[in-house]
């Protein structure tokens, strides 16, 4: 995590596409919460959340789709 990111407390993935993981998990010495949600209306992104300083949706792009594109061009 780059150090001018704020403190992240807490984490979303998309329940459906990721089956498997810890409730928090520690990185640069920072714990951070790990939830799950059912919604459907964004699978591909993980939303972090850092209180009073903001939210973050990052699009997971898998490394198959990188391929595919080069090899189509």
């Not at 407390?9 to 329940?15: G, I, L, P, S």
């Amino acid at each position: 995590m780059p150090h001018s990111w704020p403190q992240i407390a807490h984490a979303t993935v998309n329940a459906a596409m990721w089956s498997a993981f810890p409730g928090r998990i520690l990185l640069a010495n920072h714990v951070i919460r790990l939830h799950r949600a059912t919604a459907r209306h964004a699978p591909d992104t993980i939303c972090l959340v850092a209180p009073g300083r903001g939210r973050w949706d990052l699009l997971v792009v898998p490394a198959s789709a990188v391929g595919a594109d080069r090899q189509a061009g």
